[in-house]
Structure formats: C-alpha cells, structure tokens
C-alpha cells in the first residue's frame, strides 16, 4: 500500500534552533518525494523534490530508500518557517498522476 | 496569470442539497486534479483529468460525486445529495509537463470550504 507517514502533529523549536521533521514512506518501486509547506492564510504550495537535490529557504532533505525516510532539515530555523508542511510522494519519475500526502507536521517557531 | 483559481472559496449548505464548485486551472495545463482535506489531514487525490478526459477516480469518489472538464479547461466538482461527512476542503490543482527533468509540478488553487448541516 501507497503510504506517507508524518509522526508528529506538530513540532516547536526555538528560532536559531536545528529543526528536522519526519517522513516515512510505504511505496513498492521508485517513487517521487516532495515536501509541500502551507504558510498561515496562503496555498498549498511545494517547497522541494528529491530528484533536484536542491536548498530551498535553507531546507533539505534526503531521500534514504533503505530507511523509506525522507526527513526535512534546516539547521538554523526562522520564524518565517512557521507553518504546516506535507510531506507527499508519486509514483515514477516524471510522472503525472495523483500525489499521496502525509498528515503534516505543524512547526512553529518561537522567538 | 495568477495561478489556479476556485469558487466559491465558501459554501455553507444543508443535508440533502447539491452543491458544485469550479475550478480554473492555469492557463495551458493540461492536467487538473481534485483533492478533499478535511481537518487535521493532508489533501487526499479525488480525481484527475488530462485535457478533458477523466483518467482516474479514487474510491472516495462515491456516486454522489461527478466532476467534469468539458473543453479541458475550466473543471466543475458536483455534490448531490450532500451529509455531513462531506464537509471539507475542496482543493484542485493543475500541472503540465515541464523543466529539465520533465515532472508534472502540481500547483494548487487556495480551495472551496463546504460546510454540510
């Protein structure tokens, strides 16, 4: 079964703090992972994807196909980082079709 | 073009009645897709289009629901018969094929709230 798991309903660090939030997956193949993140009163809107192995506002994440994670990482949080992020996957590279979403992680960071 | 658009972004109505909503896509997207959240989840897939043709439906999508893109732009979501489990939110998104790797970047409209009661 197709599967995104996010184990913390929300997640609070103080500013200038390492954040990581946590993704597991269940997926049979190659899938595609995302983060989205969900800012207060704006829309849903992706924040990075394994396959550009890009920083995006400082965040990372790698994909660990032994672990089935994909954790988020940014060593030094803001407080414009406030907000509710996904983490989310798709079957196949380049493909097309519906994107399966974790229940988030709400982060907020204190001043 | 300022990205996908939906209305109502509000829609308060009552057991039993049908409700539909619209969405605009992004101008030359050819897929568009349609997700329910309700409260305290992420967006759950509903259905996609590319161009006018429906290529998949979730089971979510009892018979109570039907979705259509007539001219593979605009994309309606219709209710019929609507219970409170159906409150939620209405989001829908567009893609189209694009950037060096080819990937179907999926960009969401702010979403309709139904209200059931």
């Known amino acids: 079964a197709q599967r995104v798991t996010q184990p913390e309903k929300l997640l609070s660090v103080f500013k200038g703090a390492p954040v990581e939030l946590k993704c597991n997956y269940s997926?049979?193949?190659?899938?595609?992972l995302f983060w989205y993140v969900q800012y207060s009163r704006q829309r849903l809107q992706l924040l990075l994807r394994?396959?550009s192995r890009e920083s995006i506002k400082g965040f990372t994440a790698d994909l660990n196909k032994g672990e089935t994670s994909f954790h988020l990482k940014k060593p030094f949080a803001q407080e414009e980082d406030s907000a509710m992020y996904y983490c989310?996957?798709?079957?196949?590279?380049?493909?097309?079709?519906?994107?399966?979403f974790g229940s988030g992680t709400r982060l907020s960071i204190r001043p | 073009d300022t990205g996908v658009s939906q209305d109502p972004r509000h829609k308060i109505t009552k057991r039993g009645q049908n409700v539909t909503f619209r969405c605009d896509p992004i101008?030359?997207?050819?897929?568009l897709y349609w997700y329910r959240q309700t409260l305290g989840q992420g967006p759950e897939f509903l259905t996609y289009?590319?161009?006018?043709?429906?290529?998949?439906k979730s089971r979510l999508l009892s018979d109570r629901f039907s979705a259509e893109r007539p001219k593979g732009s605009f994309s309606t979501l219709e209710i019929q018969r609507t219970e409170q489990g159906d409150s939620a939110m209405y989001l829908c998104?567009?893609?189209?094929?694009?950037?060096?790797?080819?990937?179907?970047?999926?960009?969401f409209g702010p979403g309709t709230r139904l209200t059931v009661t």
């Open positions: 997926y049979s193949g190659s899938p595609e």
């Open positions: 101008s030359e997207h050819n897929r």
């Open positions: 989310a996957l798709r079957g196949g590279y380049s493909s097309a079709s519906k994107i399966i």
């Open positions: 998104a567009s893609s189209r094929r694009t950037g060096i790797n080819l990937t179907y970047e999926q960009y």
């Open positions: 289009f590319q161009n006018e043709a429906q290529l998949e």
């Open positions: 394994h396959i």
